[in-house]
């Protein structure tokens, strides 16, 4: 009998190249676990709700009156909902063509677009144009829709950091373009060489890649790294010179854990290094609900922002977006009380604002605590988080251990990471599955549990890695770097 369409060895071949370690092996096996009874951390992947952060009063309190806006006409409603959340609640329910249930124009309610742009130039000092700011499901799918515009096959290559968050090297594989490699230096607190990015082009160049795109993640996922001003220039100039488009991806702008290196916008950067850059840089920039101190993952709620790009390219872009008629409408809703909170005055500003940064400060406390102690364990080596949600310790794994792994038939962290869930329940993502130098061995995990739950779930990683080294290790561990 002929193979059918949907027959694993007949499917498109893009579908089976393209992989997410956030939700590969170990994760499955995670979830194996949980079904067996086992209790499990899920430190996988940046959820926050799921670790226990308590939802923002405020935005869910606006969300449930547009959900269910009889509660409006409800003479007692005053006595349930602060007077601001209620008139906000009309607010957006009086710009959508229909309520929640209703499609919004395929770029977004135009009324929220306006406050995603208001929200840009408060934050960067330059106007922005709500025509140019599309609202999208999550910042991925964001991310999607401009990498199935700018790849138009494996002969054009997506600059990509390494390590890298899998939504870049899945995508690019998905829509049959190249990734480009260029590596982060561990040694210098993932930080980033132009020199690196230059060899890259060329070395992609000569293998026949048009490279067409440069993406950054800042703050870094899974690094953590800030990147600093001077970076940002260095970075845009680098596009400015090899005609590329720079992808900005600005998910974790709230997530920032020292004062050293607060958050800049790649916009920012652009608008004022002036003539010729300026103006010629293409620059898509993104953002989320689903981070921060929000969390709100499960709503799917992003943008993304326009910068330099042709109106021609523009049109075609929308035309795209359209295919799937509209961008998920509660979270447009999320989305607008995020780029425009409560302010100084208004009855519920009080309460947000002591949410708000509750959460931030816990998250920083956690960055220390996880830093602390993986830098505390055998053969284990943690650069500090400055920003985002992840701590990506380096494992000095012992040679008898990599060819444990080889017999097993498993990459040595996976193996690694695998050993740590069946022993203790955390479930973290192995480094290969974001990329690392060759030799050498990470993992991912979130600095999301619970605050009171950190120096128990660090003191069970410490007993685990004493006991593995101690397995795979003749004598006592290497030295740090």
Not at 36 to 54: D, S, Y
Not at 193 to 218: F, Y
Not at 328 to 336: E, K
Not at 441 to 467: G, V
Request: hydrophobic share 35%.
């Amino acid at each position: 009998m002929p193979l059918k369409a949907l027959d694993y060895e007949s499917l498109n071949e893009n579908v089976k190249k393209a992989q997410y370690a956030v939700r590969g092996e170990l994760y499955l096996r995670a979830s194996e676990l949980q079904k067996e009874g086992k209790k499990i951390i899920f430190t996988n992947v940046g959820n926050p709700h799921a670790l226990g952060q308590k939802p923002l009063t405020f935005p869910r309190q606006v969300v449930a009156l547009c959900q269910a806006p009889f509660l409006l006409d409800d003479p007692n409603v005053g006595l349930l909902f602060p007077a601001d959340a209620i008139s906000r609640a009309k607010h957006y329910l009086s710009i959508t063509s229909g309520g929640l249930g209703a499609y919004s124009d395929s770029r977004g309610i135009p009324g929220v677009r306006k406050e995603v742009a208001e929200f840009i130039e408060k934050r960067d000092g330059y106007p922005s144009d709500p025509e140019l700011i599309y609202l999208t499901d999550g910042a991925s799918k964001g991310v999607m829709q401009i990498l199935n515009a700018i790849i138009r096959g494996e002969g054009d290559g997506i600059l990509v950091p390494v390590p890298q968050y899998p939504l870049y090297s899945a995508t690019i594989s998905l829509f049959g373009g190249s990734l480009v490699p260029y590596y982060l230096e561990e040694t210098a607190n993932w930080g980033l060489d132009v020199n690196n990015l230059r060899q890259s082009v060329a070395q992609a160049r000569a293998n026949g890649i048009t490279v067409r795109a440069m993406v950054i993640i800042n703050p870094g996922n899974p690094t953590g790294q800030c990147l600093s001003e001077a970076n940002l220039r260095e970075i845009l100039n680098f596009c400015y010179h090899e005609s590329l488009v720079l992808l900005g991806d600005e998910v974790y702008q709230q997530n920032v854990y020292q004062d050293e290196r607060p958050f800049i916008s790649a916009r920012k950067v652009l608008m004022g290094m002036g003539l010729p850059v300026s103006k010629e840089v293409q620059l898509v920039s993104f953002h989320t609900v689903s981070k921060g101190y929000w969390g709100e993952c499960g709503q799917r709620g992003g943008y993304f922002e326009m910068t330099n790009i042709p109106p021609k390219t523009v049109d075609e872009i929308y035309k795209v977006v359209s295919i799937a008629l509209s961008p998920n409408v509660p979270a447009q809703i999320f989305m607008g009380m995020m780029v425009n909170p409560p302010k100084p005055g208004d009855i519920s500003y009080e309460q947000f604002i002591r949410e708000s940064k509750g959460v931030l400060e816990s998250l920083r406390r956690r960055a220390h605590i996880m830093t602390d102690g993986f830098n505390s364990c055998r053969n284990v080596v943690c650069n500090f988080t400055e920003g985002a949600m992840y701590s990506f310790p380096q494992i000095r794994l012992p040679p008898r251990a990599i060819e444990a792994a080889k017999r097993a038939g498993k990459v040595p962290d996976v193996f690694y990471c695998l050993k740590l869930l069946e022993a203790t329940g955390i479930s973290t993502v192995p480094g290969s599955g974001f990329g690392q130098k060759e030799g050498v061995f990470h993992l991912r995990t979130t600095i999301l549990p619970a605050e009171e739950d950190m120096p128990a779930i660090m003191d069970s990683f410490k007993k685990f890695n004493d006991e593995f080294m101690d397995q795979y290790e003749g004598q006592r561990g290497y030295s740090r770097m």
